[in-house]
């Protein structure tokens, strides 16, 4: 039994040791390519408008999916409205699903917009069917684009945005996505807007990059982006037999021969959640249904001609949110460990334990890092964030990983957005809420106690770790429940 509980415990240091060697990794790919990939996008652009006017600019379809976001619809809207594109070759398509009071201020946007003489439509469907998938489809048969650009009701796309993402399907027919990188709008607003900000940051400066240019298999993430309608047609156009309705399609369009390029230096800003709630809503979805598409596409990748090192990172790619269940478990048999077994690690497991923790921690907050540096000018004082940043990921492992078990056993969940507070806050919508900060603050006690009992042991060695569950969910359960009394 205790040889049992040793192995068990290992062998999920060893797991969770290499999603956070693949962050060197990434680190790696990242730094060898940033360079030439940055000529080449400028190179690109400037050859492009050199040699071709607006003439050769393909017709754009710009949609906008759009359920109960009145503090954001108009903002999104107008600055759609407001692209630098020559005239007769963009439509924007307004997807509404809203069934408050956000559906009348659209109609009265678009409306005066029209009277301006902007190519919009409001569009409507009976029912919510396939939630963003299917509204993205519905529009999608009545759009006049070849090409699909998208974006989130709480973005602010700059003018230039589709003269500096549209060469690159001119110069590459066979281009079938082209993702920007997320801003963020309110990254200062609060401790958790910036944590939120740094991780972000990781995820479309690095990871994204990283993959794109080394010939990887990277996604689409929902938003900022265009994706070619005839890559989305014979991909089997959007499915909503999982909730990343987004990665799941621009995975199949790689998988059936279209190309992806990432755009590090075009940015599209955004809001983050700023109640921890609605925060941790988003993190479900995205959990819950990346690993939905991990299990219904890794069999596929692995059959596919893609090259073995290619399958290797899809696969890290695709499962990353594993690490969340492997966290709890680590977390909750820490304190069993020591008080079930009463004795000493062999030399050779305390070794291979610490060896695993570091690597695991230390991956992750040097992808920060790295990613601070390019991103941002005020990087030197996010450096005294990373612990938090390290912390605060532990503190969400408990909901990531009911995500997780979730999609493992099956269980069907819809498409909950995550509310946004817009410039001005018109209504207050409020996220789901689980009594999961119970279990949160419950497991940050029970680590606390495991420090205890481990410094009366006289091992010190875990207690740092333990330290970090405990403080992040501690703090992740305790303000789940203040924003939840807000």
């Not at 921690?361 to 390019?374: C, D, F, I, K, Q």
Request: proline share 4%.
């Amino acid at each position: 039994m205790i040889k049992t509980i040793l192995f068990l415990y290992l062998a999920a240091c060893l797991l969770l040791m290499l999603y956070g060697l693949n962050c060197h990794v990434m680190v790696y790919l990242f730094k060898r390519r940033l360079k030439s990939r940055k000529i080449d996008d400028r190179k690109i652009l400037k050859d492009f408008y050199a040699k071709h006017g607006e003439q050769d600019l393909p017709f754009v379809t710009t949609q906008i999916p759009i359920y109960n976001e009145l503090n954001v619809a108009e903002r999104i809207i107008e600055a759609v409205a407001a692209f630098d594109y020559p005239k007769g070759r963009h439509e924007i398509q307004v997807l509404d699903d809203s069934t408050d009071e956000t559906h009348k201020i659209i109609a009265g946007k678009v409306q005066s917009l029209k009277e301006k003489g902007i190519c919009i439509e409001h569009i409507t469907r009976p029912d919510r069917k396939g939630f963003k998938a299917g509204a993205l489809r519905f529009g999608m048969e009545r759009a006049k684009g070849d090409l699909m650009a998208i974006f989130d009701a709480d973005f602010v796309p700059p003018r230039d945005f589709l003269l500096k993402a549209v060469p690159y399907f001119v110069q590459d027919k066979n281009l079938g996505l082209v993702q920007a990188r997320w801003g963020h709008l309110n990254e200062n607003k609060s401790l958790i807007t910036v944590l939120q900000s740094i991780g972000i940051n990781g995820h479309f400066m690095v990871e994204q990059s990283a993959r794109n240019w080394n010939g990887l298999l990277m996604n689409f993430n929902g938003t900022a982006g265009i994706l070619k309608k005839a890559a989305i047609q014979e991909a089997g156009n959007w499915q909503d037999d999982t909730i990343t309705e987004d990665m799941d399609l621009s995975y199949r369009m790689q998988l059936s021969g279209w190309r992806c390029r990432y755009l590090v230096d075009l940015i599209a800003p955004a809001e983050v959640p700023e109640n921890i709630n609605a925060f941790k809503t988003q993190q479900f979805r995205w959990a819950k249904g990346s690993i939905q598409t991990a299990i219904k596409l890794l069999p596929t990748v692995w059959r596919s001609d893609f090259s073995f090192f290619c399958k290797i990172q899809a696969t890290f790619h695709m499962t990353h949110y594993i690490i969340h269940p492997l966290m709890a478990y680590l977390a909750i048999m820490a304190p069993i460990l020591l008080v079930t077994t009463r004795i000493e690690f062999p030399v050779f497991a305390f070794v291979a334990f610490v060896i695993a923790l570091l690597i695991a921690s230390t991956g992750p907050s040097r992808l920060y890092w790295v990613a601070e540096r390019h991103a941002t000018k005020g990087w030197p004082k996010k450096l005294l964030l990373l612990p938090v940043m390290i912390s605060f990921g532990c503190g969400l492992a408990i909901s990531n990983s009911r995500a997780v078990l979730e999609a493992l056993f099956g269980k069907k969940s819809d498409f909950v957005r995550t509310p946004k507070r817009g410039s001005i806050t018109k209504k207050h919508y409020r996220p789901p809420i689980t009594t999961f900060f119970i279990l949160e603050i419950l497991i940050g006690v029970w680590c606390l106690t495991g420090i205890i009992a481990y410094a009366g042991a006289g091992q010190h060695i875990l207690r740092p770790f333990l330290f970090l569950y405990a403080t992040g969910f501690i703090y992740v359960g305790l303000l789940s429940l203040l924003h939840r009394k807000r």
